[in-house]
């Protein structure tokens, strides 16, 4: 997917479940993997960073499974060095894989390699190098001098003075010494092992977080400010049996603040958002401070936040963010809807993230018509006036962060639409993001539908699944429900003609229906490939005849057009199912063409039929399918005709997604 067009939006409210915490995932698999004895973590994220670092633990030779599909997994600790002492590891964009494992692999020792993608490979790491270069670990850059890939070589540990590291570049550098020197806990001086850390730390919460995880396997480090830390002589990781990871109060900011720019939602309960709690471990949940300041009504509750809007138009604000590096980007887009400029000062970390996120948020700010200040630590953002919102393609950098954030932009009360280019960005750390926005979003208007209309075997059903795979929108094929209709009816002995009408209409507005993965159920019964058959295609043709059973599908019908956006195909869609429908197609292919195209089908299923009975059989289901009296097959006046007789599947995909995007205002 290319890109995902987001329709205006009104508000949320419901109940969402977040995904786990990526900062405590990976460090909790790295601990349990260095800890003694076997530890089960419950709730784990599931994302490509995460990915990255069980990839990298399996290739160090730590044995770790998945409990099924759950998202627990039980990791067996190897209690010392890694079993593995020679390998090349990949590590995506995951600065919270690159940083810690850098630094355990440098104090263990070993011939490792660890690499990234080339953004990665400018992501800095030079003061992380440096620490440990300076009590004697043996690392080389293969690439440009301070940035992955490295080369780690075995270490002579000098433990005996205090070791520097910078702390206000990334503080995941003071993160990953803190992990990885315990492993040198035995050979430290009687005094313990010393960090002390140079310049102002930044990011302090996620520091709280590494000492607090630390605390849970067994390490307590002394902390005198936040200049010296010391790890005592002995210390040893032990695994706490089990450990819950919290949902990503990073990821909760969306939701708070989709939440807080609700304008017309009046569910008096607003948004609950479960798994994180006011008492979470993350820094990030500062961030509910800072929303507050801007007027959103948010409540604690045991594992869990609950937000109404509350304040309109939210209230500007002047804030040092430091303490938020990454919920604060959500403020930056809530500033768009804020009452005055609104400033975010010492965001200077953005600048090396997964993007320079400084220079990204105003480039792409200014795209939805905000006028914006970009200073080299700080961005000033002016709100944007009701009138002067723009639709905007919104670039996302390969930053899940930036993405995230973009979405926040289609609740602009100009009721624009706004697309996001590459929304896959997001399994970086929530790769059902949009899924989960989209369940507790409410349109501010008609969620937008694709008609494509046409006879039978004219190929909508591949047009319209491939039309919707690209647009990322759900596909109703509506045929099936008259198939199913018929199937249900056969296997309860209905007979389908008009005298039974009434019942056949209750067999439709009652099937047991269950959709998944591609495939259909009615009543527990895998029945994917019994819709398929010619015989169910007939029968699907004469219950369609009967108006009884046309109404009785038309709410289920209706039901699928949901956020982001439906294509449907069948025979009425653009007449009766979706009348209003932004844009309708009308398919045709010469009969002989359609017949030999299922005849293919049907050969390659290994079902064998002559053409020429296959040509009568659908002039037979045209003739029915045109001169029915409801809903008979005919375009809607403001259809648009397409031939595909000599088109492939993807030339037909190409000409509707133009015609789509010839209706946008992007
Ligand atoms: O598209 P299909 O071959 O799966 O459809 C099976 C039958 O259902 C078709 O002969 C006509 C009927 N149908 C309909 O009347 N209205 C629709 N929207 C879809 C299908």
């Known amino acids: 997917m290319e890109f995902l067009d987001l329709p205006p939006m009104l508000g949320a409210a419901g109940t969402v479940r977040l995904p786990g915490s990526k900062s405590i995932s990976n460090r909790v698999l790295l601990l349990a993997a260095l800890a003694e004895g076997e530890t089960d973590i419950r709730d784990l994220l599931s994302s490509d960073d995460v990915d990255r670092m069980l990839d990298a633990l399996r290739a160090l030779g730590v044995p770790w499974r998945r409990e099924g599909d759950s998202l627990n997994y039980r990791v067996t600790g190897v209690g010392g060095p890694f079993p593995v002492k020679s390998a090349d590891l990949f590590l995506g964009n995951a600065g919270t894989a690159m940083r810690p494992l850098t630094a355990a692999l440098a104090v ?92 102002e730390l930044i990011s302090k919460p996620y520091i709280d977080i590494t000492l607090k995880l630390l605390a849970r396997f067994g390490v307590a480090v002394q902390r005198e400010g936040w200049q010296r830390f010391t790890i005592a002589r002995g210390s ?218 046409g006879p039978t075997a004219s190929g909508k059903g591949t047009l319209a699944g491939a039309v919707a795979a690209r647009l990322g929108w759900h596909y109703l094929d509506s045929g099936a429900l008259y198939r199913l209709t018929g199937l249900a009816a056969r296997q309860q002995g209905v007979a389908l003609d008009a005298a039974h009408e009434p019942r056949l209409a209750e067999l439709a507005r009652t099937l047991p229906l269950r959709f998944a993965d591609g495939r259909v159920w009615l009543d527990g019964q895998d029945v994917s490939e019994a819709i398929r058959a010619e015989q169910a295609g007939m029968d699907a043709s004469r219950v369609s005849a009967l108006p009884a059973v046309r109404t009785a599908l038309l709410d289920l019908q209706r039901a699928a057009a949901r956020l982001p956006g439906l294509v449907a195909d069948g025979r009425d869609m653009g007449t009766v199912i979706f ?60 259809a648009l005709p397409l031939d595909n007789s000599r088109l492939s599947i993807e030339q037909s995909v190409e000409q509707v997604l133009a015609w789509w995007q010839a209706r946008q205002p992007f």
């Not at 700080?378 to 973009?406: E, K, N, Q, S, V």
């Not at 359609?594 to 037979?620: K, P, Y």
């Open 236 to 453: 040893r990781y032990r695994s706490p049996g089990q450990i819950h990871v919290e949902a990503d109060a990073s990821s909760a900011s969306y939701f708070i603040a989709a939440s807080a720019l609700s304008t017309g939602a009046n569910d008096q309960n607003g948004l609950k958002i479960e798994g994180v709690g006011l008492d979470s471990i993350q820094g990030d949940i500062r961030f509910v401070d800072a929303a507050r300041q801007m007027g959103a009504d948010i409540t604690g509750e045991p594992g869990a936040l609950r937000v109404r809007p509350g304040r309109w138009p939210l209230q500007a604000i002047d804030l040092d963010c430091n303490h938020i590096p990454d919920a604060a980007m959500t403020l930056a887009v809530m500033a768009l809807y804020a009452d005055g400029p609104s400033t975010l000062r010492n965001i200077a970390s953005w600048r090396v993230k997964e993007t320079d996120r400084l220079a990204a948020m105003a480039c792409e700010l200014r795209k939805l018509g905000a006028s914006v200040d970009e200073g080299l630590d700080f961005l000033r953002i002016t709100p944007i006036a009701p009138g002067g919102w723009r639709a905007a393609a919104i670039a996302t950098y390969d930053d899940h962060r930036m993405a995230m954030c973009a979405s926040l932009a289609a609740f602009n009360p100009g009721g624009l639409p706004v697309r996001i280019q590459d929304p896959r960005c997001v399994a970086k750390t929530f790769p059902d993001y949009f899924e989960t926005l989209f369940g507790i979003a409410q349109p501010r208007a008609n969620v937008p539908v694709i008609c494509i209309d």
């Open 579 to 638: 009348p209003t429908a932004p844009l309708k197609i009308f398919l045709t292919a010469g009969v002989q063409e359609r017949a030999e195209r299922r005849h293919r089908q049907l050969q390659a299923r290994g079902v064998s039929v002559t053409l020429e009975g296959l040509c009568a059989d659908l002039q037979e289901r045209d003739a029915r399918d045109q001169a029915r009296a409801t809903a008979p097959l005919k375009p809607a006046p403001d």
């Open 108 to 199: 263990l020792g070993g011939a490792y390699t660890l690499r990234g993608v080339p953004r990665m490979h400018e992501r800095p790491i030079g003061d992380l190098v440096d620490a440990l270069r300076a009590l004697g670990c043996r690392i080389d850059y293969s690439g440009q001098p301070g940035y992955p890939p490295l080369t780690i070589g075995t270490p002579a540990l000098q433990l005996d003075r205090p070791i520097p590291v910078r702390g206000d570049v990334s503080s995941q550098f003071l993160t990953a010494l803190l992990m990885a020197l315990p492993l040198a806990a035995d050979q430290a001086p009687a005094g313990g092992i010393v960090i002390e850390v140079q310049g």
